[in-house]
């Protein structure tokens, strides 16, 4: 609960808001943490505050640094294939070798500490298509170093691949990750709802309900009229409260989807490796999977998790009079054929006369749909333009 800030503190916050530069930003937190009263309902907006201070330190050396000559440290990995992967996870968990094992890519495997200093990437064949594995540099669980780049890197992929080692203690390893992550506002269990708050210039506070409200459109007007905020559009996804909304100003909490890989299970008893799976299941809803970069594991397997968790669908484009396309494209499930006209090319909508497809999501092969048919994975579809 956040709610209940002294009109002192919301002052401030509207200061914070208005700051342009790292460093008035930061003076401007300073501020406002000192005006915030510290008592349970507020320790997770000090906790935010506390950790916004330190990223905009981070922030404020690195501009010092590239000012001086040398060049920061490069932690953005362009993205590349069907989707982004990170690994992540504890120094000495494998992810090298993991990554070696799935791409083939060139990487130092080290019995060495914290080895792997960059992101390293590789790509990792699966059916007709690739995923690009990154592996970030290891979590230093004693904090600080390049934590919050490999943040900025987990925030920029599609999905996670959280790593542990089975020799050592899962569990704890997992807790540390999970807090780390959720302590940097990165969730990997679907939320039941968040709200995304964009400030406008004008036109009043509008709210776009894409789920359910559990408090009045008023509400909302009131506690963002009280942070002196009077143009935003605020949108709501699956179930949202007022205290929702007001976290939203702080801090926008961001959903990876993820999966649990158990590395090194070669070290552990056939029964110890049960017991793990069965305990780590219970323990989180993911996908969860035991393997050895060692003495190798079923990566068709691993590649069907990602595939499903990243919630994507392939679908192959046929011109009137050819073969479908080898590669296909990569869209969002509940895709529809609209999706494939604008990623053809522009004047396919506006040329639209009809679609054919063929496929799951076909009722007959080479059904006649329009742009709003939903599309499944495998689908192949043929646009068919106006003729002038
Ligand atoms: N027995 C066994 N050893 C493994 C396995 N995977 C990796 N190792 C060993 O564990 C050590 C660390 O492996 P790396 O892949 O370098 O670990 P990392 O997670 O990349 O660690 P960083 O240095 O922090 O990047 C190396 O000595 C590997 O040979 C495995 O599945 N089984
Ligand atoms: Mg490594």
Redesign the pocket.
Known sequence: MVTNLPAEAKAKFVKYMEAKTPEEKLKALEEFLSAVPKHKGTENLVRWIRRRMAELREEIEEKQRKRAGSSGLQFFVEKEGAAQVV?V?????????????LTGAK???????????FPVVGMMPYKDIQFQLV?A??IIPEGGGWNTKVVGLIKNSDGVII?L???KDADSQLNGLLSFLEGHGVVLEKPRGYVEIERAPSGGIRVVNYGILKCTEDNIVTLLNSYRIYNAIVKVYGEVDLDDVEKALFERIVYKPAIVLV?????ITGEHAKTLEKYLSMKIPLPLML?????GFNKAYLGELLFNILNIIRVYTKPPTGEPSSKPLILKKGSTVLDVAKAIHKDFVKRFAYARIWGRSAKYPGQRVGLDHVLDDGDIVEIVLKKY
Request: net charge positive; no cysteine.
């Open positions: 690994l996870g504890y120094t000495k968990v494998g992810k090298s070798a993991l990554l070696k094992y990487v130092e495997i080290s019995d060495a500490p914290y080895a792997t200093r592996e540099p290891s790593v080692d089975a020799a590395n090194k299970v070669d070290l393997a050895s970069a060692v003495k």
